[in-house]
């Protein structure tokens, strides 16, 4: 991987951006913010995307393993996504606000199953492209190093061992709901969730050629992002006041 400093940003021809890819409950999102943060970068959570298109198909009843009718939804979707490192992510929809309502349980589940599709993943991945433009980012989710970004110069890949990432995924949800299923219903979620991700033929979760693997089971976010830092060697900037990144018609 290689380095940079301000110079070769200035001179980059491509715009700069980090890839963090790896399976559910690793502390992808956690660590892709702090990263976008502390460098000044926008960030993408392209499992936004997912969650979006599964949550407009639940709301209009249409079944998440019908490829035919997402395709058209997926291509049609009018999602925004604003991130500020003060206010967080706030995922737009047709103008609503449905940061919440896409981390159901119920949402989670059709996201993995609307994922699998090839045809609404080549949808999605236009719109995550569209939805980064030309701007410096931080990119999370489980192809961005691999099919969403694949000449993105900074690669990473973070695992985790399966206890630690149920139990991170518990704390999530108690803290976003309040009511959570156990750690081993958790787990054995992520299992089958993780099973589907990597077996999938199109966009499988892979480590990119050329990732950096960081096992994050015994380390706090601020040392991943820490261990992160030193393979870019990267000058810290001060966070933009608004960091949005935008769809095509955001201005
Ligand atoms: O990361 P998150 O849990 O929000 O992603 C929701 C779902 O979207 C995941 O279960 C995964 O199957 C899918 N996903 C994907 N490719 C990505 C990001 C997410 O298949 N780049």
């Avoid at 940003?9 to 491509?14: D, F």
């Avoid at 925004?80 to 995922?91: D, E, I, M, P, Q």
């Avoid at 999605?124 to 000449?151: C, I, K, M, N, W």
């Avoid at 601020?222 to 261990?227: C, G, R, S, T």
Wanted: net charge positive; aromatic share 4%; proline share 6%.
């Amino acid at each position: 991987m290689p380095s940079a400093n301000a110079k070769s940003l200035r001179t980059r021809r491509h715009p700069l951006i980090i890839t963090i890819d790896g399976p559910a409950g690793v502390g992808k999102s956690t660590v892709a913010k702090l990263l976008a943060t502390q460098l000044g970068l926008q960030y993408l959570d392209t499992g936004a995307t997912y969650r979006a298109l599964a949550y407009t198909a639940l709301m209009r009843g249409i079944d998440p393993s019908d490829e035919r009718h997402l395709v058209p939804l997926a291509r049609s979707l009018q999602l925004t996504l604003h991130w500020s490192a003060t206010k967080g992510l706030a995922v737009m929809l047709n103008g609503r606000d449905v940061s919440r309502q896409i981390r159901t349980e119920q949402v989670t589940e059709a996201a993995a199953i609307v994922a699998h599709h090839p045809r609404v993943r080549a949808a999605l991945v236009r719109l995550q492209r569209r939805l980064a433009g030309d701007r410096y980012l931080v990119v999370e989710g489980r192809d961005t190093g691999s099919v969403v970004f694949p000449h993105a110069p900074y690669k990473f890949f973070l695992t985790a061992n399966a206890t630690v990432r149920a139990t991170r995924r518990h704390m999530e949800l108690a803290q976003l709901h309040g009511r959570t299923p156990s750690v081993t219903v958790i787990a054995k979620q992520l299992r089958e969730r993780d099973q589907r991700d990597r077996i999938r033929k199109a966009g499988p979760l892979v480590k990119p050629p050329g990732a950096v693997a960081v096992d994050t089971s015994r380390m706090q976010a601020a040392e991943v992002v820490q261990q992160m830092l030193q393979h870019l060697a990267l000058p810290a900037r001060r966070p933009s006041r608004q960091g949005r990144t935008c769809g095509p018609d955001c201005q």
